[in-house]
Each structure stands twice: as structure tokens, then as C-alpha cells.
């Protein structure tokens, strides 16, 4: 059963006000009267589509993944080759690097590690079903697992720490380990 069009303009006016508030800067708390204000909500209103603000903040995770989605759908088919793997890791690196200033408030405020696990889950999703839709591979499921990691967990420790590494330099290393695995990386 679908929701109302009241409910989802609701949830949609308190999880917008929550995302504004975590994109301010020096945001270290944010009370359910700082949401309510924001939303013009009432507590009553508030408190019967979330049990507490911990709830909230799942949806709101939600909500940044979906306003994200470019970097999702960026993943509909799988490059067939080197240069179409280092081309869509560049572009991947680039769409993250031009939203980073949005990012970096929200990995500030939410909790950074079920966001990235939650990213992760999103990008394994949608690698396997394009591998399913546009490659003939026995495990879908697993590649996509393993392809993630190799492309996501390199590009997290860049974001944390831009200057160790550049952005061509950690796309020709995900290239690299993508087709020749960890061997190449030694002399």
C-alpha cells in the first residue's frame, strides 16, 4: 500500500530539514526543536514517523544516497577494457571530488562507517546487476563484492586523505589491480 501524500510530504519536509541542519557548518548536535523549527513540524507530527532523531538520521542516510545517485548510476555497464576502467574511475573520482565539500559535512555528522557500509551495499547492488544484465560471469554476486572493494575502499582513503595520492594515480591503481591483480604491485 502506498503512502499518503501527506506522509510523504511529512517525512520529506523533516528529513530535508536534518539534511540541512548536518550540512551547516560546526554542526555538532541537532535536537528534534531544531528540526521541528527547521520543518515547521509538530512534535506529535514528528515522534509518529520516527521513534527518536537515531531513526531519523537512517532516513536521512537514505535520502543522501539517493541524492547521490549519479555515482550509482554512473555503474549501469561494466567497462570492457583498461581505458574504459580507468576512464570510469576518473569519472567516479571526479563526480565524488566535485560533491566533496557536501560530504564531507555529512561524514562529519552521521555515522561514517554504516554510511560507507551502507555506499558499499548500493555500488555491490548495482555492479552485480549490470553484470548479470551485460556479462556472462558465473558469480555476479561475488565480482561484484570483490570489484567494489578494490574501487571503493582505495577511493575512501583518498577522500580522507587527498594530498597522499592523485586522482590519476589512484585511477591507474585501481586499473592495475582490476586486470593484474596484487602481483603488479611488486617489483
Known amino acids: 500500500m502506498a503512502e499518503r501524500r501527506d506522509v510523504i510530504r511529512t517525512k520529506?519536509?523533516?528529513i530535508t530539514a536534518t539534511y540541512e541542519l548536518i550540512q551547516e557548518p560546526h554542526t555538532k548536535t541537532i535536537t528534534v526543536n531544531d528540526i521541528l523549527e527547521r520543518a515547521n513540524i509538530s512534535r506529535g507530527t514528528f515522534y509518529a514517523h520516527y521513534k527518536?532523531?537515531?531513526d531519523l538520521i537512517d532516513a536521512v542516510e537514505d535520502y543522501i544516497l539517493d541524492q547521490f545517485n549519479e555515482l550509482f548510476?554512473?555503474?549501469?555497464?561494466?567497462?570492457k577494457d583498461r581505458i574504459e576502467t580507468r576512464q570510469a574511475i576518473v569519472q567516479l573520482i571526479n563526480i565524488i571530488e566535485s560533491r566533496k565539500s557536501d560530504l564531507n559535512s555529512i561524514f562529519n555528522y552521521v555515522d561514517d562507517v554504516r554510511l560507507q557500509h551502507k555506499i558499499k551495499l548500493r555500488f555491490t547492488y548495482k555492479i552485480a546487476k549490470s553484470l548479470s544484465e551485460t556479462a556472462n560471469v558465473h558469480d555476479p554476486e561475488f565480482l561484484s563484492v570483490c570489484i567494489c572493494s578494490i574501487v571503493f575502499n582505495p577511493i575512501i582513503k583518498w577522500f580522507d586523505h587527498p594530498g597522499d595520492v592523485t586522482k590519476e594515480h589512484l585511477a591507474d591503481n585501481?586499473?592495475?589491480?582490476?586486470?593484474d591483480g596484487y602481483k603488479s604491485f611488486f617489483n
Do not use: E, M, Q, W
Not at 585501481?174 to 586486470?179: A, D
Open 12 to 14: 520529506k519536509a523533516l
Open 52 to 54: 527518536n532523531i537515531p
Open 73 to 79: 548510476d554512473h555503474l549501469t555497464s561494466i567497462p
Open 174 to 179: 585501481i586499473t592495475r589491480f582490476i586486470f
